[in-house]
C-alpha cells in the first residue's frame, strides 16, 4: 500500500466512535494534515470495543451504525480507514468500508478471526499481544498468508509488566522487521495501564512523543496514534490519548 509518508505509515484517530461530530473534526484535522504535510495518514475508529474493563463501559455504535458513519468520513475527506474487528462474521461488512482490518492483540492467535479477515483481501494490521515476543508473531503472520492475505502488518503495542502496568521492548520491532516489511508502533496503547483506572484503563499520554522516537530508532516504519479533541473527556481510552492539537507536531518530529 502506498503510503506517501516518507517511508513511513500513519495512522490516527479516536478509539471508538462516539459521534459524528467528533469524527468529523478528527477527521477534518486528519485530511488538513495530509495536504499540508504531504503525508496519507490512515484514518482509525472503532465501530465496537468489545475487550472493555466494565461492562458498563461504553462501547461504540455497533457495526451498522459505525460502518456507515466511517463510511460518510471515508466518502467526505477521502481517507482511508482502518477499524478492528473481534468476531469473524464481522469480517465482511468492515472490509466494504476499510482499507485495512485490524486483529486486536488478545485476538492476534484466534486462527478463524485471522482467516475470515485475509480471505477479504484487504490489508491485514495484526497488533502482537501483551504476552507474546516479536518472534512469536510470524505464526499469525503464517496463518493470514496461508489463507490468502496479501499483505500484512504488525503492530507493537507493549508487553505485560506486572499488573496494570505495561513495558515496550523495543528489540520487538527489528524482530518483527524480520517478519513483515511494515512493523507499526502503537504510540498510545503502549502507555496504557490496563485495569488501573477502577474499572477502566489509565495510561500516561505524556509519554507519547517520546515513544514514537525511541521506535523509530529501533527501526519502526510506522506510527499509530489514538487522538481526541479533549482526551480527559472521551469515552474510552482516554488517559493515554494525544491531544488532537498536538499530532501535527509529532508527526512532523517523525518525518523532518
Not at 488538513?32 to 461504553?58: E, P
Not at 482499507?99 to 478471526?113: K, N, V
Request: some cysteine; glycine content about 8%.
Amino acid at each position: 500500500m502506498d503510503t506517501n509518508n516518507k517511508g513511513f505509515t500513519f495512522i490516527a484517530g479516536p478509539c471508538v466512535i462516539e459521534s459524528p461530530a467528533i469524527l468529523r473534526e478528527v477527521a477534518q484535522k486528519v485530511a488538513g494534515l495530509n495536504r499540508r504535510l504531504g503525508t496519507t495518514i490512515i484514518f482509525k475508529a472503532s465501530f465496537d470495543k468489545a475487550n472493555r474493563t466494565s461492562i458498563h463501559s461504553y462501547r461504540g455504535p455497533g457495526i451498522e451504525k459505525g460502518l456507515q458513519m466511517l463510511a460518510d468520513i471515508k466518502t467526505e475527506f477521502g481517507l482511508q480507514i482502518l477499524t478492528d474487528i473481534h468476531e469473524s462474521w464481522q469480517a465482511g461488512a468492515a472490509s466494504q468500508v476499510a482499507d485495512i482490518l485490524q486483529i486486536p492483540a488478545f485476538l492476534c492467535r484466534q486462527t478463524d478471526l485471522l482467516v475470515s479477515a485475509a480471505r477479504t483481501g484487504r490489508t491485514l494490521n495484526i497488533k502482537k499481544a501483551q504476552f507474546l515476543s516479536g518472534v512469536d508473531m510470524k505464526y499469525p503472520v503464517e496463518k493470514a498468508f496461508e489463507a490468502g492475505a496479501k499483505e500484512v502488518w504488525l503492530t507493537e503495542r507493549g508487553n505485560c509488566f506486572g499488573y496494570n502496568n505495561l513495558v515496550v521492548d523495543f528489540r520487538n520491532i527489528a524482530d518483527m522487521r524480520e517478519i513483515v516489511p511494515t512493523v507499526i508502533m502503537d504510540c498510545t496503547h503502549s502507555v496504557q495501564r490496563p485495569g488501573a483506572g477502577q474499572g477502566s484503563t489509565s495510561g500516561d499520554r505524556k509519554f507519547v512523543p517520546a515513544m514514537a522516537l525511541a521506535a523509530r530508532a529501533f527501526g519502526a516504519n510506522g506510527f499509530f496514534f489514538e487522538v481526541h479533541p479533549s482526551p480527559d473527556h472521551a469515552l474510552s481510552d482516554g488517559p493515554n490519548m494525544l491531544e488532537l492539537n498536538k499530532l501535527e507536531e509529532v508527526v512532523k518530529s517523525l518525518v523532518e
